[in-house]
């Protein structure tokens, strides 16, 4: 007889992974194997330690890097009933500090790697917080230096074991708070839900077929929505974790070898990097027979290249918004056919996964002819439906479309365009959001921190320079009679941003060109760094 709770969500799914693949091994970090009875142990302890820290059912916030502390943390939250809250030890201190007082996180889980980093996060942080972590280190002075929040340590739980247990979750309840770039300067929150999660996990499953003998990748950062598939395809499947250790994340070839992996999944950029470093021989990668890239364009060029380096693997293009849950549409790769497909060199994005649906419509939300370019509306069961605390915003971005009974569509904001079978094509942004490594980027978010520093509301920047259809960084232009010096402002960029959206150079301009619209012209700026590159070449 079941008495399984009618709704656990991924939880639930690990638990019965550790019921059925026990001795099996499900996560390999750095060489430390832990089998799924193992892992299952370590996130039972933490949960029950996690329930005695707090009654409360507030955000758990977990500051720590990629491992064992960090995956068991965001099933430990769950299991407590809590949303989880992903923090990058990488941002600022400043930036982090933004998002526990955003998220209203009452629990700050730290790992051995981040304690030092802490105190940057606390100083001037006015929400008090339970702060648990392991025993000793680095950290003992900090409950005197900051009296206003509560410290626990329990010597190092997760090196003991308890039952996992699973109660039942409101499938409603939102169970991740992921935080991106905001044109208002502060991050701004998308509450993905269990059942949002659910949903794509079990869409997604079916489609890529994992089986127990497969060795996954683990390349995407905590704050980065498809590390959430990068654990949940892998432990349904019964198939084990494989760290990629921060150092090899855009140069991955000598990991995929000695790590035998058969499943890569990570940004295109990194193909490109590869590429240039000369990584990609012919029959490189003989061990995958599935690769997966998302977060940014995928070009054709790109494709050919790892199909040629892991000859036996199968190529697949993700596209999905944060506030769709990871991924809602997927094109995959076919030998022959798919090069003739691709638009301005780039792979389609395909067609969206069951249950979910795509429109492509004109600026008043009314479908547009097949083939005409359009903004990308998405809907079905994975959106997530609202910002975080952010009713303005929500209203823009969700939208209700009476031609299509009044269900909720999200307006993505990028321009494609929808063949006659229905895949979909890129096209590019309507706005000034742009991607770096995978990473979305309001450039409005940067100029408002460029402004301050510089103390001029015309200062502004552009993603540059472009290769293979990607922005690898940024580049920051300021008037001639800015007298903050260049080094100054990189530096005191670096206080408030992460570092991929620290613009790698300044550029003074003497003033700024203007559009028809009285606008800064950000496309004049980019023609004036191609000039310079051709006058170099």
């Not at 990570?266 to 690769?291: E, W, Y």
């Not at 991924?327 to 249950?355: F, H």
Request: net charge neutral.
């Amino acid at each position: 007889m079941n008495t399984r709770p009618s709704f656990t969500g991924l939880a639930g799914r690990f638990k019965d992974a550790v019921d059925r693949f026990g001795p099996r091994p499900a996560l390999d970090l750095n060489g430390r194997k832990f089998t799924y009875t193992e892992l299952g142990g370590v996130v039972g302890a933490l949960a029950r330690n996690l329930a005695s820290v707090s009654a409360s059912v507030g955000p758990v916030a977990i500051f720590a890097r990629r491992g064992l502390a960090a995956y068991a943390g965001i099933l430990a939250a769950w299991i407590t009933g809590k949303t989880c809250v992903p923090l990058n030890p990488k941002f600022p201190g400043k930036r982090t500090r933004q998002m526990l007082e955003v998220s209203g996180s009452e629990v700050l889980l730290v790992d051995e790697d981040c304690k030092s980093s802490l105190a940057e996060v606390l100083d001037g942080l006015a929400r008090p917080l339970t702060i648990y972590g392991p025993e000793g280190g680095p950290w003992s002075d900090l409950p005197d230096r900051f009296p206003t929040h509560r410290f626990v340590t329990f010597g190092r739980p997760l090196e003991n074991s308890a039952p996992l247990q699973v109660p039942e979750l409101d499938p409603q309840a939102p169970a991740l708070i992921v935080f991106t770039s905001g044109s208002t300067g502060v991050p701004k929150g998308v509450p993905t839900s269990h059942h949002n999660l659910d949903e794509y996990i079990r869409n997604i499953g079916s489609l890529i077929g994992l089986v127990e003998n497969d060795r996954v990748s683990q390349a995407y950062d905590l704050t980065f929505d498809p590390v959430i598939h990068d654990l949940f395809t892998c432990w349904t499947a019964g198939a084990c974790l494989v760290l990629v250790p921060d150092n090899s994340v855009m140069a991955p070839a000598k990991i995929i070898r000695e790590k035998y992996l058969t499943v890569w999944f990570s940004v295109p950029s990194v193909i490109g990097f590869m590429r240039r470093m000369g990584l990609l021989k012919p029959g490189a990668f003989p061990t995958l027979r599935r690769s997966l890239f998302c977060g940014e364009p995928l070009p054709a060029e790109s494709v050919l290249a790892w199909r040629k380096a892991a000859p036996s693997s199968t190529v697949e293009n993700l596209y999905g918004p944060t506030e769709t849950t990871v991924i809602l549409t997927r094109y995959k790769w076919m030998d022959g056919l798919s090069a003739s497909q691709c638009v301005n060199g780039l792979t389609p994005i395909g067609w969206p996964l069951p249950e979910q649906q795509a429109r492509v419509c004109d600026a008043e939300g009314r479908a547009v002819p097949t083939g005409q370019c359009g903004e990308l509306y998405l809907a079905g069961p994975q959106v997530v439906g609202r910002y975080w605390q952010d009713e303005e915003l929500t209203t823009r971005k969700f939208v209700r479309l009476a031609d299509t009974g009044g269900e909720l569509w999200y307006r993505t904001g990028d321009l494609a365009r929808q063949d006659e079978t229905g895949c979909l094509y890129f096209l590019g942004r309507i706005d000034d959001q742009v991607k770096v490594r995978g990473y979305r980027i309001e450039l409005q978010e940067v100029d408002f921190v460029l402004r301050r520093i510089v103390q001029d509301d015309q200062a502004t920047t552009v993603a540059w320079p472009l290769r293979d259809g990607h922005a690898e960084g940024l580049v920051a232009f300021v008037r001639s009679s800015v007298r903050t010096g260049e080094q100054e402002i990189l530096d005191r960029m670096r206080e408030a941003l992460p570092e991929y959206m620290v613009p790698r150079k300044i550029r003074q301009v003497p003033d700024f060109p203007l559009n028809a619209n009285g606008k800064i012209d950000r496309r004049k700026l980019v023609s004036m760094l191609k000039e310079e590159c051709h006058v170099h070449a």
